[in-house]
C-alpha cells in the first residue's frame, strides 16, 4: 500500500509560483508512474502532467505547457510540480496519483493510489 501526501499548495496572485510536492511511502517509488490532477469546484477531475518512473518522459495537460513542470526524485520518494504564471483558472484542489507502472498517462482510472489534495488558490 502506497501512501501520498502533497504538500505547498496556498493562495497566490496572478503571475506567482507555486511548487507542490508529493511524498510517497510504502512501497518501491522508482517503480510507480506519477501524475498530478486537479478539480475546481462543480468540475470533474482534470489530467494536469504525468512523469515515468524514471523521470525521463513527460506529458501535459495542453494549457499547462510551457508554465507546469513534473519532476521526481526517487531518493527522496517525492514528486514535484513546479507551476509558474499561475492564472485565476488553476484553481483547484490538486492530487498527486501513482500507479505501478513505468508509464502513467492521463486517464485517472488507471492509477492506483491517491493523495488527499491540496489546495492551489490564484486570486486576479
Known amino acids: 500500500q502506497v501512501q501520498l501526501v502533497e504538500s505547498g499548495g496556498g493562495l497566490v496572485q496572478a503571475g506567482g509560483s507555486l511548487r507542490l510536492s508529493c511524498a510517497a511511502s510504502?512501497?518501491?517509488?522508482?517503480?510507480?508512474?506519477m501524475g498530478w490532477f486537479r478539480q475546481a469546484p462543480g468540475k470533474e477531475r482534470q489530467f494536469v502532467a504525468t512523469?515515468?518512473?524514471?523521470?525521463?518522459?513527460?506529458y501535459y495537460l495542453d494549457s499547462v505547457k510551457g508554465r507546469f513542470t513534473i519532476s521526481r526524485d526517487n531518493t527522496k520518494n517525492t514528486v514535484y510540480l513546479q507551476m509558474n504564471s499561475l492564472k485565476p483558472e488553476d484553481t483547484a484542489v490538486y492530487y498527486c496519483?501513482?500507479?505501478?507502472?513505468?508509464?502513467?498517462?492521463?486517464?485517472?482510472?488507471?492509477?492506483?493510489?491517491w493523495g488527499q489534495g491540496t489546495q492551489v488558490t490564484v486570486s486576479s
Open positions: 510504502g512501497g518501491t517509488f522508482s517503480r510507480y508512474g
Open positions: 496519483a501513482a500507479r505501478r507502472a513505468a508509464v502513467s498517462g492521463s486517464d485517472s482510472a488507471v492509477y492506483d493510489y
Open positions: 512523469i515515468s518512473w524514471s523521470g525521463g518522459s513527460t
